[in-house]
């Protein structure tokens, strides 16, 4: 399908409401809308931004689960040429406070509760907003609960009768496909979250070429629990979907049960999830009382043996995805359908058409051979840098423009990426490297495992020693799996590489961070004993 004329938010929305009109858009609770209702309900609320002082370069923050109101929140701030913030939904008050700071936020968009955390309750730990907070000018509730003196959502579209269809078209006509459409702050694990900034046009192309790669067409239907705020959600799933006239169906927070019950209801067509959501969709009683045959293709990430279950749960033209927050979300992408299944599963599928890309060798930057593990670096499509984080960006960068993604990966003869772990992972014992995901690929191998970790474990003679977290598939004793494991990697890796201690554990106790990726650092904590 051809691409999207629009190099804008606003005008895409206009033209794929011309296009699709009754198609529909969006679903989420006991909310419906086209895409024609959806981009009227953008501007009404736009409309009423605008009235609350709000326009061009403001900046807003977004606080919430998986609603309409998020979807609708995002496009009408674009469509004023204001900048999207998304907050993580798992936020303590001390990181509120900084991204809200950090960000020059102007106003901040929320629901007072979600979950276990009282949103409102935050905002109050954060007195005086005037000293903590002193650009924060609006703050606005979804729901009848608030804060002293936030406006209701609702009453956002009722302020906007004010302002002239007009002057909203004037505002969003002065939009550069260049400009600020969003910040999204990374999680943080080892430092302060960094402020990833994204242009317009971007967010256009690449996912429009995402959606190719994974065969969207118009009135696909796109399951969708993982959180919006997060990178796979309000970039990789929003835009793919409008940039193909499909329909995004959101679920408001991940609970097996529901969304077996949604993607049956609403006979979903594309799966979006991580490992540990299709392990549980898997798992779940009710799995075999849903009928999940409308599921075609999606995308996810994980093991051969992860992306399996996705296929089995009905998705068999599922797409293994690779890319980060600075890349627009996805920049590598299998193609379910087209490829081989061994490239679809082992690997992470070439660079989409608009991307440009190479592996280099990290300390030189010298290309890398076909086979030879380097730096995955990536210059087209990639964030330009850290909102006010100069002393990152001089880091982030490589002279000629290469967003350096800190990611390990080798092509094969046929341009296909492999996947092979974080260069911070990579363990030094006896001072030669060791890459973790060469020992993970040999250990998943084996006959008795299902799904296998390395880690650097400290060691007083060689620095660090490899330590291997095992997930049985329950076929063999844990002390038989053990020996045949020594014994057959010895016939398989040099030396230096063989794991020297060993964990069995369930699936459910690895540590996942909020977005549902594995917590590799905290590995290390199956062999706390050992190291004491």
Not at 153 to 175: H, K, Q, W, Y
Not at 405 to 424: A, M, P, Q, S, V
Request: glycine share 8%; hydrophobic share 40%; proline share 5%.
């Amino acid at each position: 399908m051809p691409l999207p004329e629009s190099r804008t938010i606003p005008d895409l929305l206009k033209e794929q409401a011309a296009r699709y009109r009754d198609v529909e858009a969006l679903v989420g609770g006991q909310q419906r809308f086209t895409y024609t209702s959806l981009h009227e309900r953008v501007k009404a609320f736009a409309r009423g931004l605008m009235a609350l002082g709000l326009g061009k370069g403001s900046r807003i923050a977004i606080l919430m689960g998986n609603t309409p109101e998020w979807v609708i929140a995002d496009l009408a701030i674009c469509s004023i040429g204001g900048v999207m913030i998304s907050v993580n939904t798992w936020i303590r008050s001390r990181e509120l406070v900084y991204i809200l700071d950090h960000s020059d936020a102007d106003a901040l968009i929320f629901v007072d509760r979600f979950l276990k955390y009282d949103y409102a309750a935050m905002l109050g730990e954060l007195e005086p907003h005037q000293q903590t907070l002193p650009r924060l000018q609006r703050l606005i509730h979804v729901g009848e609960s608030g804060y002293p003196g936030s406006t209701r959502f609702e009453d956002v579209f009722l302020l906007g009768t004010n302002v002239p269809p007009e002057e909203l078209d004037r505002l969003s006509a002065s939009i550069d496909p260049e400009d600020f459409a969003y910040v999204l702050y990374t999680s943080g694990s080892t430092s302060t979250p960094k402020g990833v900034q994204l242009r317009h046009y971007p967010l256009i192309e690449n996912m429009w070429h995402l959606g190719n790669r994974m065969h969207v067409v118009p009135g696909d239907r796109l399951w969708l629990a993982v959180s919006l705020y997060w990178a796979t959600g309000c970039e990789n799933a929003l835009f793919n979907a409008l940039t193909h006239g499909a329909c995004m169906v959101l679920q408001e927070h991940f609970e097996p049960a529901e969304a077996l019950r949604l993607i049956e209801a609403e006979r979903c067509t594309l799966f979006y999830g991580m490992a540990n959501m299709a392990q549980q969709l898997y798992e779940h009683p009710d799995r075999a009382k849903r009928d999940l045959s409308s599921l075609r293709s999606g995308g996810t990430s994980g093991s051969p043996e992860q992306i399996q279950r996705v296929v089995e749960l009905g998705a068999k033209e599922i797409c293994h995805i690779y890319g980060l927050t600075e890349t627009y979300g996805n920049c590598n992408v299998s193609d379910g359908r087209l490829d081989p299944r061994d490239k679809v599963f082992a690997s992470v599928g070439k660079p989409l058409p608009c991307v440009i890309q190479r592996i280099a060798r990290p300390d030189t930057l010298e290309p890398c051979a076909v086979g030879e593990v380097g730096e995955i670096q990536v210059k087209r499509f990639a964030s330009i840098g850290y909102y006010k984080d100069d002393e990152h960006n001089r880091h982030a960068y490589t002279q000629d423009g290469y967003l350096k993604t800190g990611d390990l990966g080798h092509y094969d003869d046929e341009g296909y990426l492999y996947f092979r772990g974080r260069i911070k992972e990579m363990i030094k014992t006896g001072g030669i490297n060791v890459a973790p995901a060469e020992v993970e690929d040999i250990l998943r191998q084996q006959r008795g495992v299902a799904l296998a970790y390395v880690v650097g474990v400290p060691d007083p003679v060689r620095d660090q020693i490899v330590g291997a977290v095992i997930v049985p598939d329950g076929s063999v004793g844990e002390a038989e799996l053990e020996q045949s494991l020594r014994t057959e990697l010895r016939k398989l890796l040099a030396a230096y590489k063989l794991p020297k201690l060993y964990r069995f554990v369930e699936e459910s106790k690895l540590t996942l961070t909020s977005t549902g990726k594995l917590q590799k650092n905290r590995l290390f904590e199956f062999f706390q004993d050992a190291h004491a």
